[in-house]
Structures are given as C-alpha cells and as structure tokens.
C-alpha cells in the first residue's frame, strides 16, 4: 500500500513540475508550440501511469472489501474513506499487539517467579525432611534407656512419639506431593503461555 501511495506522490509530482515547465516556456509561438507537445505527451504518460496506479489501488482495496466485508462495516463507498478506515485498523492492531506482548511478558515473568518460589520451597521441604529423619532417630536411639528400666509408660511414650513422627513425616511427604503438583501446574501454565505467544 505504501509503495502504491509513494507512486502516487512521485507521479503527482512530476505532473506539477511539468506544469509548471510549461508556464516558465517563453520561446516563440513554434517552439512553444513544440515545447508544448512535448510536454502534453509527457503528462499524457505521466496520467496514464497516474491512473493506472490509482486503478490498482483501487482494485486491492474493492479485493479486501469483498473477501475481508467484516472490516469495512460502517465505512463508505469511497476509496478514500475504506484506505483511511483500513490505516486506522492497522494502527490499532499494532498497538493491540504491543499490549498483548507486553502483558505476555508480564505473564511469563510472574510464572517464572512462581515456578522459582516454588522450586525453592520444595527443595527448602526436601532438605528438612532429609535432615529431620536422621536428628530425629539419633534422639530415639540416645533417648533409649537400658532395657531393665524401660517401663510400660516408656514404651507407650516412644510408641506415641513413633506416631508423631511419621504423622509429621506423611504430612511433608503431602506437602511435598502438592508442591510437586502445584510446579506441574505453573509449568504447564508456562508452556502454554509459551506455545501461544510463539503462534503469534
């Protein structure tokens, strides 16, 4: 469209310059005569071209409204108006694109933070877990008395200490399956954000 718009320019142009030739021409009535046929035959070119440039002009745009006619709603019949309807168009889809891009840059900025918190926080479980097993059966052991004086009240207190800890440690082991879960959901998120800015 621009490079038809910019013919159109020069093609005006060069009319009006040899226009204005011809009003500068100040030779005798034969040469002004000649000067003039010359320069009748060059604008003659120069319309030819004008015209035929306007014509394919005009052609594209009739071809975009009758196979694009959702674009045109509300415009008139005139060129003109269908050109500058179709320019305004065109600038709002870039500025639209630009919005999307940028909040798809936002998006994938916030996933990326989720996807760190949440790596962070699984690996912050699994170092607990890691580290609270041992500790946690080091104390059992040293808290052990000598068998002769372990009593029933004793057994019953490391039997409910047992219970404790393996609550504690099924419930981290939950934890950790909903985190895991959860860095699956940010990740599949990031994907499918990924996969639909990349078909844009």
């Known amino acids: 469209m ?9 093609l005006s142009l060069e009319r009006t310059n040899l226009l204005e030739d011809i009003q500068k021409s100040t030779a005798s009535p034969v040469q002004l005569s000649e000067n003039e046929k010359r320069a009748d035959d060059k604008l003659g070119k120069v319309n030819t071209k004008l015209k035929r440039a306007l014509q394919t002009f005009k052609d594209k745009i009739h071809r975009l409204v009758t196979e ?6 509300d415009v008139g ?23 999307l891009q940028s909040e798809n840059e936002q998006s ?58 393996q609550q504690k440690l099924s419930q981290h082991d939950d934890e950790k399956s909903l985190l895991r879960e959860r860095l699956n959901e940010v990740e599949l998120e990031l994907r499918k954000v990924l996969d639909d800015h990349a078909s844009t």
């Not at 933070?113 to 946690?136: F, G, K, T």
């Open 68 to 73: 694009r006619p959702e674009l045109f709603t």
């Open 77 to 99: 019949e005139e060129t003109t108006e269908r050109f500058d309807h179709l320019i305004a168009t065109v600038e709002h889809q870039a500025t639209h694109i630009d919005i």
């Open 108 to 165: 994938q900025e916030q996933l990326r933070n989720q996807i760190l918190e949440l790596q962070s926080s699984l690996d912050a479980c699994r170092y607990q877990l890691e580290n609270e097993r041992p500790v946690q059966g080091q104390q059992l052991v040293c808290a052990t008395p000598p068998s002769d004086e372990i009593s029933q009240t004793n057994i019953e207190n490391y039997e409910m200490q047992i219970r404790q800890l």
């Open 2 to 10: 621009n490079n038809y718009k910019n013919q159109i320019e020069n």
